[in-house]
């Protein structure tokens, strides 16, 4: 095992109702005005935003509301919500919704409290201050209710970049899996993909050798597996709903990679281009980019994709378990090939060079030229 530091500040309060604890959680924190964040209509179709409303009356906290994070969110709603903080002079960011709000959230609450253009910390310039987050999440998948990332797409440049700091770690996340209920089937299957693939991009890119995170991972994988068959036959099974939703908290939350040494977010790179410039969902394009990366890679890392096919499918060899992971993909109807999304092959360098620029970003740009990312989209197609 690596030598490492596990630092993750976030207070996650887990079960039916939590969302009714915001009001004191805020109070408890000495904040007396937050700007209140929430997507497309799902939070207020639910009635959940009314109840969020009227505890944060109930506990004295005043809001001023900003509507309409859109799935993939955009960087000029997020500078919206930057000028409305700060003219509001807003003390917090609550969110409301899915990754997709409380990663705009996030965006807002580093932009409210600089001069800078908050898009220059996406692209490279550290994040030294932020107000403080809080989320109440409505759907199961990215982790960013327990982490440091938060993810923007820049529209004018078709960028779809992150932001990684401990200062967007949210204060207090609640997570009532009841919430999630109403998630549909297409997005309760792309949710399952992302969270698989946040803890099969370290597993499959890390050295042998690091036995408790292995299986840290595989509990995760078959943990969303499982309960992804049962949501998708029964979208009101609560103990399912609620066990998806705490493997996706942990898939992404700094547990798993803690001492597993070097690794690296391939998938992630080339799947960020694909939601940049089609505007499809994130767990939906990791279903076309994962096996068909996995095909590509897997010779490099043998032994740990041979364990992977054995230890999750109980199967022999990388190729078996390539496919019965991409098997399932489909039975879960998540696509698996571009034409899938009405994404033609004809336009895979611009993909590529688009992800290339990630891929600098990240440090990874050596083994990911813009051929080899060719190459992984042609096993796409
Ligand atoms: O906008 P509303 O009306 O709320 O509808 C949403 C949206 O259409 C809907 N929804 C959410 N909760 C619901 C619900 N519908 C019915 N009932 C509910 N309870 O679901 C749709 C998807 O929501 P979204 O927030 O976009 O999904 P998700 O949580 O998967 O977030 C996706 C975004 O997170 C980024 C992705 O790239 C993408 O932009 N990621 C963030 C990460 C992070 N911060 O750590 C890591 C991930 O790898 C990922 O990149
Ligand atoms: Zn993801």
């Known amino acids: ?98 990754g997709s709000v409380l990663d705009e959230a996030k965006a807002i609450a580093v932009g409210a409290t600089t001069e800078i253009d908050v898009w220059e910390f996406f692209t490279g310039r550290e994040v030294t201050a932020a107000l403080p987050v809080f989320a109440i999440m409505t759907i199961a998948a990215t982790g960013s209710e327990m982490n440091r990332n938060a993810v923007l797409t820049n529209e004018a440049t078709r960028q779809k970049y992150n932001i990684a ?34 803890v099969l991009e370290g597993y499959c890119t890390k050295q042998p050798g690091t036995r408790l995170q292995d299986r840290l991972v595989e509990s995760i994988v078959k943990t969303v597996m499982e309960t992804t068959d049962l949501i998708l036959q029964n979208p009101n099974h609560a103990e399912a709903r609620a066990s998806f939703m705490w493997a996706a908290t942990l898939a992404l939350n700094g547990l798993t990679p803690a001492g597993i040494g070097p690794y690296s977010f391939p998938n992630h790179m080339i799947e960020h281009s694909l939601s940049a410039l089609y505007n499809i969902p994130h767990g939906a394009g990791l279903a076309i980019v994962i096996p068909a990366w996995m095909r590509w890679y897997h010779s490099r890392n043998p032994e740990q994709f041979t364990r992977c096919s054995r230890e999750l499918f109980g199967l022999p060899t990388p190729a078996a378990g390539i496919n019965a992971l991409e098997e399932w993909f489909r039975e879960i109807k998540a696509p698996v090939r571009l034409g899938e999304v009405g994404i033609p092959a004809r336009d895979i360098p611009i993909i590529s060079e688009n992800a290339h620029g990630l891929a600098r970003q990240w440090g990874i740009a050596e083994l990911y030229t813009p051929a080899a990312i060719g190459e992984i989209l042609q096993l796409a197609v």
């Open 165 to 198: 700091s401990i200062h967007v770690h949210p204060r207090v996340s609640i997570l009532n899996p009841v919430l999630t209920h109403t998630v549909p089937p297409d997005y309760t299957a792309y949710s399952a993909v992302d969270a698989i693939a946040h």
């Open 1 to 98: 095992m690596y030598d490492f530091t596990f630092h993750n500040p976030t207070k996650i309060i887990f079960g039916a109702d939590t969302e009714q604890q915001i009001g004191q959680e805020l109070a408890a924190a000495g904040i007396k005005k937050v700007l209140l964040l929430s997507g497309q209509g799902s939070a207020k179709k639910s009635g959940l935003l009314d109840r969020v409303i009227a505890c944060l009356t109930a506990a004295g906290i005043t809001f001023v509301a900003l509507e309409g994070v859109v799935s993939n969110p955009m960087l000029s709603h997020a500078r919206q919500g930057v000028a409305l903080a700060k003219k509001e002079a807003v003390e917090a960011i609550l969110a409301v919704g899915g």
